[in-house]
T-cell receptor, first 113, second 117 residues
Framework: AQSVTQLGSHVSVSEGALVLLRCNYSSSVPPYLFWYVQYPNQGLQLLLKYTSAATLVKGINGFEAEFKKSETSFHLTKPSAHMSDAAEYLCAVSATGGFKTIFGAGTRLFVKA | ETGVTQTPRHLVMGMTNKKSLKCEQHLGHNAMYWYKQSAKKPLELMFVYSLEERVENNSVPSRFSPECPNSSHLFLHLHTLQPEDSALYLC????????????????FGPGTRLLVL
């Protein structure tokens, strides 16, 4: 079985500051891990995904995430926040052999001018 | 049109009404999903269709009835809903590869905001 925990339902950063959104997972098999972004009144858009290739995954809009098996973590980072990054970010985990993807509760990112 | 579209975008219905949500994907995918997104709760998978066959039914009440007539269209039929069913209903699609379905990227529609009175 898989599960996802996102630490912090709300994160606030200043424009230009580092963005760090935390995600820890639990999986009995090697996981596939995803970060999605959701803007108000829109569906989810994939930022990046880990599928057992490189542990440092680069995504769109300058985001990246590092898979750390020993820490069961897949934290999302961006060196410099932009106002347009303000949105809901969802971490998700799934396993091969099925179609079930488990999502975390989400973290709302606020960017202050 | 491109991507995944959903209609209607907003829906208000009484508990005795019957309505349907529609999803259409223009990506050539062969798997489609229904999710429920409620306030302060994680996104919940409801149903998955792969090659027009239901492959996941996540303990969803029978007042929700999915239909997948072909690989491009997915419906969610609603009847005798409860106020707690008010939520954003999201449709997604992906290119399913046998035994690798879960690692394929899902593409989401904008959702239908449902309010049950």
């Amino acid at each position: 079985a898989q599960s996802v925990t996102q630490l912090g339902s709300h994160v606030s950063v200043s424009e230009g500051a580092l963005v760090l959104l935390r995600c820890n997972y639990s999986s009995s098999v090697p996981p596939y891990l995803f970060w999605y972004v959701q803007y108000p009144n829109q569906g989810l858009q994939l930022l990046l995904k880990y599928t057992s290739a490189a542990t440092l995954v680069k995504g769109i809009n300058g985001f990246e995430a590092e898979f750390k098996k020993s820490e069961t973590s897949f934290h999302l980072t961006k060196p410099s926040a932009h106002m347009s990054d303000a949105a809901e970010y969802l971490c998700a985990v799934s396993a091969t052999g099925g179609f079930k993807t488990i999502f975390g509760a989400g973290t709302r990112l606020f960017v202050k001018a | 049109e491109t991507g995944v579209t959903q209609t209607p975008r907003h829906l208000v219905m009484g508990m005795t009404n019957k309505k349907s949500l529609k999803c259409e994907q223009h990506l050539g995918h062969n798997a489609m999903y229904w999710y429920k997104q409620s306030a302060k709760k994680p996104l919940e998978l409801m149903f998955v269709y792969s090659l027009e066959e239901r492959v996941e039914n996540n303990s969803v009440p029978s007042r929700f009835s999915p239909e997948c007539p072909n690989s491009s269209h997915l419906f969610l039929h609603l009847h005798t809903l409860q106020p707690e069913d008010s939520a954003l209903y999201l449709c997604a699609s992906s290119q399913a590869v046998r035994q690798r379905g879960a690692q394929e990227t899902q593409y989401f529609g904008p959702g239908t905001r449902l309010l049950v009175l």
